[in-house]
Structure formats: C-alpha cells, structure tokens
C-alpha cells in the first residue's frame, strides 16, 4: 500500500505550475524584446556566447529538483507489513428520522437533537463495531457508508438537518430497505438496524420492510421519540408553527403502536424516548445483548519512509544545475569560426 504521510504538502505542486507559467511568459516577454531591435537571427549572431537551450536546461533542472523536493516533503511510503486482526464486534445502521415533524420540542432541545445525542453517545460506546449513517423523510439517503471511523460518524451526524431531505413525508419501509443494502458482505456478522423516528409513517409500508429485514437475520430496533399527546411543529428561524390549510396548528404525535409494530416484524424492540436517560440505557443494554461476531480485518502496521530518494535526486538536479554555464564555451566558438574561415580561404 502507497500513501503520503502529509499529503497536504502537495499542495505546493500549484505554486510550480505557476513559476512555469511565469517562465514561459517571461521568455515570450523577452522574445518580442528582441524583435525590436532587428532580425531574431542577426541579433543572435551578435550574441554568440549565448546558449538558447542551457538556459533552459537550468530551469527545468531547478524544477525537477523543486518536484522532488515537494513529494519529499509529503512523505512518500510503502506499506511492508500486513497483519490481520480478529475483533469482536457488530454492524449498525441508524436510520434517522429528519422530516419537519422532527423539530417538535416535546423532547428537549428538540426531537432531531435529542436523537443526535443518542447516537452520538452511542457512536462514543463503540469499540471494534461498525456503524453507517441514513437519513430519511419521504425519501431515504445514504449519509455515511458503514464504517469504523467513529470520528467521521460524528461529524456526518453534526450535518444532519430537515433540510438535506426535499421530499417531506416518514417513509420507514425505505430507509429499512436501504439500510439492508448497506451491510458489508461478512459473513457471520451480526446485523442491526436502528430506526429513529415519531413513528408517522406515512407510506404505512414499515411493518413489510421490518419483515423482510428479519428473514435475512438483520434486526430491526425502533426508537420512537416524541409525546403521543402530540406537540406542534416550529418552522425553522421563526416564532411561528406550521399550520394545515384550514388555518389550524399541525401537531406531531408519536405513534407507539406502529413504532411496536415494525420492531416486533424485525425481531428488535421497541425503546421510547423522552426527556430522560432511560432511553440511552436500554439502546446500550439492547447493543449489549447482540452477538458479537468475529470480524477479521487486515491493516498495514509498517511503513517504509521513501523521501530519502527524492531527496538525493533533488540534490543531484540542483549539483547539475549549479555546473552546468549559462553561456557556451568561448573557446569552442573561436575554432569553429577558424574553421568556417579556412574552409572559405
């Protein structure tokens, strides 16, 4: 395996790109100088010391050695010892809710960052599992492949807003489906899906996909978040609710029973979630109880450092550069002018 240790460095290809661009301006500049004073070849002949290509032949030793330079600086290095690890450890995919009915405030701060700190603490709780990210509303989308770089989790998690979904709506049997896709192709693994919402499902075609989700041995767990006495929906930035067409304020309830519902078809449970702890502590107690399985994964463990190389090819341009004159050798001129004059005579 190749990698750059600081690929950032690479960065200073941008600034070379420049300088050759500013070289060839410049010599462009230079030429039509020349051009006013008389014929490109006349002038030339008065200038016999002068080499066209040494010139030339320095600039591009001198970048040579700038491009190795830079790719040094990277950190160029070859992977030379794999060893393959055996961890125990499960592959969880939250489905989270983001539909407008999210930002009901029944559940401080609101529903959707009540939820974001449930995973984000769940996320903290992992150690050799994997976990991948769906964001769903009337569509479902993929946030994060699964993974196990927890510090990306989180960080796609912060993004997670009502807005990143156009199509409003909870359509549950979507995500389920998705999230049955997004599973590597272990074997042995133990699956889980856990999906976070009001339970409002609107396409009502949840209970089918949990279904489905256990015939292929992936349960399915169902954290219902809200008030079921129900509670209005803040349009985001304003003071003011989100109202139906006859004038009348919506209210978002929770829907437990069909929350129950999907979670008994998919083999998980059902986890009501409110303003306190209890919620995270039967989710841990619920990841807790899956089997671990075995997951092998190979990593490199060893890097060779491969800068030393570019560093002495850099030396080697610039140690060329710095021998090789700009002007020709008089002396060479001289005999050849001796000779064009004897072979005239």
């Given at each position: 395996m190749f990698r750059f240790e600081n690929p950032h460095y690479l960065y200073l290809l941008v600034l070379q790109v420049l300088?050759?661009?500013?070289?060839?301006y410049s010599l462009y500049r230079r030429q039509k100088a020349l051009r006013r004073y008389g014929d490109p070849e006349l002038v030339r002949q008065l200038f016999i010391d002068v080499s066209r290509v040494r010139p030339e032949v320095k600039f591009w030793l001198s970048q040579a050695a700038l491009l190795c330079l830079i790719v040094a600086l990277a950190r160029p290095q070859f992977g030379t010892k794999i060893e393959s690890r055996e961890r125990q450890g499960i592959?969880?995919?939250?489905?989270?809710?983001?539909?407008?009915?999210?930002?009901?405030?029944?559940v401080k701060?609101?529903?959707?960052?009540?939820?974001?700190?449930?995973?984000?603490?769940?996320?903290d709780d992992m150690k050799d599992d994997k976990v991948g990210l769906i964001v769903f509303a009337g569509q479902a989308f993929t946030q994060l492949p699964i993974t196990s770089d927890y510090v990306s989790a989180k960080m796609f998690l912060e993004t997670i807003n009502?807005?990143?979904?156009?199509?409003q709506g909870t359509d549950i049997a979507?995500?389920?489906?998705?999230?049955?896709?997004s599973f590597t192709h272990n074997e042995g693994v133990s699956r889980a899906i856990f999906v976070i919402t009001d339970g409002e499902d609107n396409e009502q075609q949840g209970v089918e996909a949990a279904k489905e989700a256990a015939k292929q041995g992936v349960r399915v767990y169902v954290l219902g978040i809200g008030d079921p006495a129900g509670a209005p929906i803040p349009i985001e930035g304003t003071n003011q609710y989100i109202i139906d067409q006859e004038?009348?304020?919506?209210?978002?309830?929770?829907?437990e029973d069909m929350c129950r519902e999907i979670a008994r078809a998919g083999n998980g449970s059902y986890i009501f979630v409110d303003n306190s702890s209890s919620a995270q502590k039967k989710l841990s107690e619920q990841v807790d109880r899956?089997?671990?399985?075995?997951?092998?994964?190979?990593?490199?463990?060893?890097?060779?450092?491969?800068?030393?190389?570019?560093?002495?090819?850099?030396?080697?341009?610039?140690?060329?550069?710095a021998l090789l004159l700009e002007r020709q050798?008089?002396?060479?001129?001289?005999?050849?002018l001796f000779r064009r004059n004897d072979k005239k005579a």
């Amino acid at each position: 395996m190749f990698r750059f240790e600081n690929p950032h460095y690479l960065y200073l290809l941008v600034l070379q790109v420049l300088l050759v661009a500013l070289h060839y301006y410049s010599l462009y500049r230079r030429q039509k100088a020349l051009r006013r004073y008389g014929d490109p070849e006349l002038v030339r002949q008065l200038f016999i010391d002068v080499s066209r290509v040494r010139p030339e032949v320095k600039f591009w030793l001198s970048q040579a050695a700038l491009l190795c330079l830079i790719v040094a600086l990277a950190r160029p290095q070859f992977g030379t010892k794999i060893e393959s690890r055996e961890r125990q450890g499960i592959e969880a995919i939250i489905a989270l809710d983001v539909s407008n009915s999210m930002l009901a405030e029944d559940v401080k701060p609101n529903r959707l960052q009540k939820a974001k700190m449930m995973v984000s603490n769940m996320v903290d709780d992992m150690k050799d599992d994997k976990v991948g990210l769906i964001v769903f509303a009337g569509q479902a989308f993929t946030q994060l492949p699964i993974t196990s770089d927890y510090v990306s989790a989180k960080m796609f998690l912060e993004t997670i807003n009502p807005s990143m979904v156009t199509v409003q709506g909870t359509d549950i049997a979507e995500a389920i489906r998705l999230g049955l896709k997004s599973f590597t192709h272990n074997e042995g693994v133990s699956r889980a899906i856990f999906v976070i919402t009001d339970g409002e499902d609107n396409e009502q075609q949840g209970v089918e996909a949990a279904k489905e989700a256990a015939k292929q041995g992936v349960r399915v767990y169902v954290l219902g978040i809200g008030d079921p006495a129900g509670a209005p929906i803040p349009i985001e930035g304003t003071n003011q609710y989100i109202i139906d067409q006859e004038g009348n304020i919506v209210m978002s309830r929770l829907s437990e029973d069909m929350c129950r519902e999907i979670a008994r078809a998919g083999n998980g449970s059902y986890i009501f979630v409110d303003n306190s702890s209890s919620a995270q502590k039967k989710l841990s107690e619920q990841v807790d109880r899956l089997a671990k399985s075995t997951l092998e994964s190979e990593i490199y463990s060893e890097f060779d450092e491969q800068f030393q190389g570019f560093l002495i090819l850099a030396l080697l341009f610039l140690l060329v550069d710095a021998l090789l004159l700009e002007r020709q050798n008089h002396r060479v001129h001289v005999s050849k002018l001796f000779r064009r004059n004897d072979k005239k005579a």
